[in-house]
């Protein structure tokens, strides 16, 4: 139960991430299409996961499937919030060049 609610969370929490990367790195005017087919994408994998999940279940526990979907969500959510941050930083302003730009317009 606690490995469904810890999947629940990283599922939401991955979505912004990759939504700010596409919206970031897509020209604008592809911008619709690009998360239209990424839309369409994801909606096509929801069967075959249940289909993927369905046949593992037969030949492995439940709860290792669980885990292990976890620790996959888990490692592209962080890979995807460190790159977001790495991103967001390299875009600041450094604290010498927003001193000196204060200083000017006194």
């Known amino acids: 139960m606690i490995l469904l609610f810890i999947d629940g969370m990283?599922?939401?929490r991955m979505n912004i991430p990759l939504q700010l990367i596409v919206?970031?790195?897509t020209d604008p005017a592809y911008l619709g299409r690009v998360i239209g087919v990424l839309e369409s994408i994801a909606m096509a994998m929801m069967p075959i996961g249940t289909l993927l999940f369905g046949l593992l279940s037969d030949h492995v526990s439940i709860?290792?499937?669980l885990g292990v979907?976890?620790?996959?969500l888990f490692g592209a959510a962080s890979f995807g919030f460190l790159r977001l941050r790495n991103d967001i930083l390299s875009e600041s302003i450094p604290?010498?060049?927003?001193k000196n730009t204060s200083s000017l317009t006194s």
């Open 10 to 12: 990283l599922a939401l």
């Open 23 to 25: 919206q970031k790195q």
């Open 63 to 65: 709860i290792v499937l």
């Open 69 to 72: 979907g976890t620790v996959g």
């Open 95 to 98: 604290v010498a060049d927003a």
